[in-house]
């Protein structure tokens, strides 16, 4: 896999800052473990996280470095706990999207997007296998089938 960054002609800015972002984060080593690979916009760099933390933000000090004026100095928080890579906001202003959703605290799965201000942070390996679990609160489509099941009559039994 070429680790060179790719030009990203569809954004005007080119993000030469993103051309080598450093991770001050050491590999975990235990087993299962396995690195989050990231596919970061404007700029298509590639990133992998190879520790069980990283800080993404516009600071200097960051792990992954944003530097643009929507991304929070310390924007959000990868970690890896329990086999499985969540992101967790941290106070942004401008907060965390996942796939269109805003949140606060989620697991990442291969080909999730990660929107963090104008940038775009494609999971290429993350949590390997989704588990399915209850409604996420505040599910805008259970929200609207429970909508659709209050209008529609009620046949007596």
Same mark, same amino acid.
């Given at each position: =896999?070429?680790?060179?960054p790719?030009?990203?002609?569809a954004?005007p800015?080119? *993000?030469p800052?993103l ?7 050491r590999?975990?080593?235990r087993? +299962? ?6 596919l970061?916009?404007p +700029?298509?760099? #590639? /990133? !992998?996280?190879?520790?069980?933390q *990283?800080?993404v +933000?516009r600071?200097? !000090?960051?792990?992954? &470095?944003? *530097?643009?004026?929507e991304?929070? &100095? ?5 970690l890896? !706990?329990n086999?499985?890579w ?7 202003l401008? +907060?965390?999207w $996942?796939?269109s959703?805003? =949140?606060? %605290? ?9 929107? $963090?201000?104008?940038? =775009?942070l ?7 296998? &989704? /588990?399915?679990t209850?409604? #996420?609160?505040?599910?805008? !489509?259970? %929200? =609207?089938?429970?909508? $659709?099941a209050d /209008? ?6």
């Amino acid at each position: =896999m070429d680790d060179q960054p790719i030009q990203d002609s569809a954004h005007p800015l080119q *993000a030469p800052h993103l051309q080598g972002p450093h991770l001050d984060v050491r590999p975990d080593g235990r087993p +299962g473990f396995a690195p989050l690979k990231l596919l970061v916009s404007p +700029g298509r760099t #590639r /990133v !992998e996280v190879t520790g069980t933390q *990283a800080i993404v +933000g516009r600071h200097s !000090e960051a792990d992954i &470095r944003l *530097a643009f004026p929507e991304v929070s &100095r310390r924007h959000a928080r990868l970690l890896y !706990e329990n086999g499985q890579w969540r992101i967790v906001d941290l106070d942004s202003l401008n +907060g965390v999207w $996942i796939n269109s959703d805003r =949140m606060h %605290d989620a697991v990442l799965y291969d080909g999730d997007r990660i929107r $963090i201000g104008h940038c =775009m942070l494609t999971v290429e390996q993350g949590t390997a296998v &989704r /588990v399915l679990t209850g409604p #996420r609160p505040n599910d805008p !489509e259970i %929200d =609207m089938l429970k909508k $659709i099941a209050d /209008v529609l009559p009620r046949q007596a039994g």
